[in-house]
Structures are given as C-alpha cells and as structure tokens.
C-alpha cells in the first residue's frame, strides 16, 4: 500500500506560525507519550486496548462478524444499527466513505441489497416516528451496541424496534433478527440479551467507544452492510505497525500530534477538519468526537471542527478567510479518484467553461485544494495536509488508526487523560433529574427552580 502522507510543508504556514524547528521541539514529548501509549504508563492506561488491536484482530473472528452479519443480510431488507457516540460514528463514517453516494436510490432487498439505517443517536420523536414508518414495508433486523449498555438514546430506540421484531417475527424470530454487541458482563443490554438469547459481541473493557470502530461495534455493521471489513482491519494494521516503528521525522502520527500541539501552544485553539470529498464528512464527525472527547477537558484542548469543500467555501470560507485567526485547517487530500470523468468541450461556449474541456473534473478539485490552501495559508490560517492515496477499505482503515494514534499522543502532550470522558455525565444526571428518575429527586427539584 502506499502510504498515508502527512504533509508539512513550508507552503502550509505563514511564517511565522509553525516551522520545522517547533515540530523538532516536540520530539522527546512525543517520543515520551509514544512509550506510555505502548508501555501503559501514562495516564488512562486501562484503556489502550486499541492501540495493538488491528494486529490483534484474528481471522477466525472475522469469520464469525461476517458469518452473522450475513445471517442478518439474509433475514433483512433493512438493518438498523442502534448506538451513539463510539458506538455509531465510526460505522456511519466508514459507510459513508466506501459506500456509493446515490446507494439510498436503489431498492432494499434481502439477501441482494440489505440496507444499513442507524438510529437510538438522537431523542427526537420525529426521528424515531418516521424511522418506524419508513420501515414498516420492509423486512427487519437490529444490531444494538452500547458499551455500558445503559445509555439512553439506544435503550429507548431498541425497546421501540425490539417490539416492532417480537410484534412482527416472535420472540424466536427475535432471537434471530436482533444482535447486541455490549460489555462481557455489565450493563441492561447485557442482562437483557442473555435474557432473550439473542446473539452477542463483546466491546473489550480496554477500548473506549470512541476507539472502538475496529472491534465489533463498527465492524458487525459494515460487514452488515457489505463493507470489505477484512480490507479495512488490513489497512489499519499497516498504519498500526508503521507508527510503531517509524522514527519521529518519518512516523506520520508523531508529525500530525507534534504539528497540531504545536500550532496550540502558539495560540491556535481551533482545528478544522478539511476535505474535498462529500463521502468523507462523517469521517469528519467521527474525527471530531475522537479529538474531542480525548482533549477537551481540565479547561484544555483544541476545539475539533470539519468541513466539507468547496460546498463549504460558500457558507464558512469567509470566515476561515478573515475571521478570527485562532484556527488552523487539517486537510485531507484524495490523490486519486475511484473514477474518470472529463469535462467536454462545448460548441457555442455560452458557459464559458472551455478553458478545462477535456480536463478530469478531479484537476479542478486538485486545483481548488492548493488554491484554497494556499489562499487561507495567505490569510494566516496554517495548513497541514494528510494525503489519501485513494478512498478504499484499506486507505480508510488506515486513516482512521493514523488519527486513533495521533490523538493518543496529542492528548498525552497536553497533559490530560485522553480516554476518559467525565464531562458526558453532566446532561445525563440532569436529564434523569429533570424526567423524575428514582435516585435523583433533590437534583430535580433543585434544577426545576431554575427554569
Ligand atoms: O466514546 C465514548 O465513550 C462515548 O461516546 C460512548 O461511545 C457513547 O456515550 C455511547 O456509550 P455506550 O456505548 O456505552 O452506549
């Protein structure tokens, strides 16, 4: 495979931004947080299970996610995934990546066509309320993942599919149709499946949702979906071994951590996730949880921020242009495209678009990508750039561990616990309290006099 490239270059960043010498700087605290990612001394160590995990991955266990992802292919027309958070954007990232960007237009059919829907990663009414309309024509399956298996959004998504399956196919039908993928032991879902004998997958205790794309969380659905998921675990196995080894100056997650860590100790408080391809904007959603999630804490960390381009130039462009200048762009580069497709040359003109007849319209997209680089660059925005050689199984696997090891050694850099998430709790407590939830009485009364 050739590899990814982390590109930081002299043309990405005005001058006085970020210099070769700031990234040298950070090389013994990179190397530092490199050793306690792999010797399991720094902080959060219960929770690096993902750092050896695609290398780890056997090709028994693939067998079985395929086998039963298959069954599921078989029984369903539509399979709804359930989750939120580490237990939902991976899978829609990678997706969305490999997918066809028109696959919602042709029909759902079991066993030729089955169709991946996700649900249970909002609250909304309308949501959940269309979803079951939208699936009342077609038959169901549902893979359920929570890690704590006691998170809202999904518990309450899955009690309204579990019933419409047990309604429509019986409780052994049920059994057939519903898969959970939660902890070995702990949690609702857990209780809950080994009640109903559905089959089930254990998320590791030492992987953290958001880490957790490549164990069965993000894998049982893609192969649900007829992802190439063998490919996918390859390509991050690849860049597993290659940010082990690679010394500082040619390992592109200690270049990406040392850049970006840079570039905030310098006052850039704000990254933008940047890409040139609509296929890749949930790569961009999945990114910003990773990043943050990991970062943003003890009043600390880089705020995480995506955009698709161009669409985006002509909603945010102005902004990145001349707003503030507390921001920096990471840009994701495809080198090249899965297709061919020329612009013609037109007799009369009238467009004024001859000048790229015969030209792939990929050139204008290349084009567009170093001209608005170079522009924002200009305008005191710096720009890292991380090159894909193309958008397949393999590539994506291996971005997604590029940015899983990167955020490691960022989060270490910075001086925090990058896979603890303390702060989620606090909307949950006060939505328990507010909804009237045993244990949480004086909460409720004390958060009700403030509204
Ligand atoms: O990264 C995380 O830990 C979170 O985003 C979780 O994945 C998310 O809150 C869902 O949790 P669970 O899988 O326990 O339902």
């Known amino acids: 495979m050739k590899s990814i490239n982390v ?19 950070l090389k013994p605290e990179i190397e530092q947080a490199h050793a306690w990612l792999h010797n399991g001394q720094g902080k959060g160590s219960d929770f690096l299970g993902w750092v050896n995990l695609p290398s780890s991955i056997t090709s028994a266990q693939l067998d079985e996610i395929e086998a039963v992802a298959g069954t599921l292919r078989a029984e369903a027309d539509l399979i709804i995934a359930v989750g939120i958070g580490g237990s939902y954007l991976g899978a829609k990232a990678v997706l969305e990546a490999l997918g066809g960007s028109f696959d ?29 309309e939208a699936v009342k024509e077609y038959d169901i399956a549902a893979i359920v993942i929570s890690k704590s ?14 019933d419409e399956i047990e309604r429509r196919y019986g409780k052994e039908g049920a059994a057939r149709r ?12 857990r209780r809950l499946a080994d009640t109903e004998g559905y ?10 949702g958001r880490f957790s794309v490549l164990t069965p969380v993000g894998l049982l659905p893609l192969a649900a979906a007829g992802i190439d998921v063998r490919s996918l675990v390859c390509g991050a196995a690849e860049m597993e071994r290659l ?23 310098a006052g850039r408080k704000i990254e933008i996730l940047a890409s040139y391809e609509p296929k890749l904007q949930n790569i961009g959603e999945w990114w910003k949880q990773l990043y943050g999630e990991s970062e943003g804490k003890e009043g600390k960390g880089i705020f995480p921020a995506s955009v698709t381009l161009t669409a ?33 040359a037109d007799g009369e003109n009238l467009d004024g678009l001859n000048f790229l007849a015969g030209r792939r319209i990929s050139e204008v997209n290349r084009m567009a990508v170093l001209g608005t680089m170079l522009a924002h660059v200009d305008g005191g925005v710096p720009n890292l750039a991380i090159e894909l050689p193309r958008i397949d199984a393999r ?42 939830k045993p244990g949480y009485e004086q909460e409720g009364e004390a958060l009700r006099k403030r509204l």
């Open 395 to 436: 590539g994506i696997g291996a971005l997604l561990y590029l940015f899983e090891k990167a955020c490691g050694l960022s989060g270490y850099a910075l001086g925090v616990n990058p896979f603890d998430q303390p702060g989620v709790e606090a909307y949950k407590k006060n939505m328990f309290a507010l909804l009237g």
């Open 243 to 265: 940010t082990a080894e690679a010394p500082f100056g040619e390992n592109p997650a200690m270049q990406y951590a040392a850049a970006r860590t840079a570039l905030y100790r």
């Open 149 to 162: 298996g006691t998170t809202t959004e999904p518990a309450i998504a899955f009690r309204i599919l579990r």
């Open 199 to 208: 089959k089930t997958f254990v998320i590791p205790d030492n992987v953290g």
């Open 178 to 189: 519903i898969v959970a993928v939660t902890d070995a032991s702990k949690g609702a879902l």
């Open 7 to 25: 590109q930081i270059d002299k043309i990405f960043a005005p001058a006085s931004a970020l210099t070769p010498a700031d990234i040298q700087a």
């Open 104 to 132: 919602s237009l042709a029909a759902p059919k079991k066993g030729r066509n089955p169709r991946l829907l996700f649900a249970g990663q909002n609250i909304s009414e309308d949501y959940t309320w269309e979803l079951m």
């Open 312 to 344: 985006d130039l002509h909603s945010m462009g102005q902004y990145i242009q001349e707003g503030e200048r507390t921001m920096f762009e990471t840009v994701i580069r495809v080198a090249e495209p899965s297709h061919t497709f020329r612009i013609e």
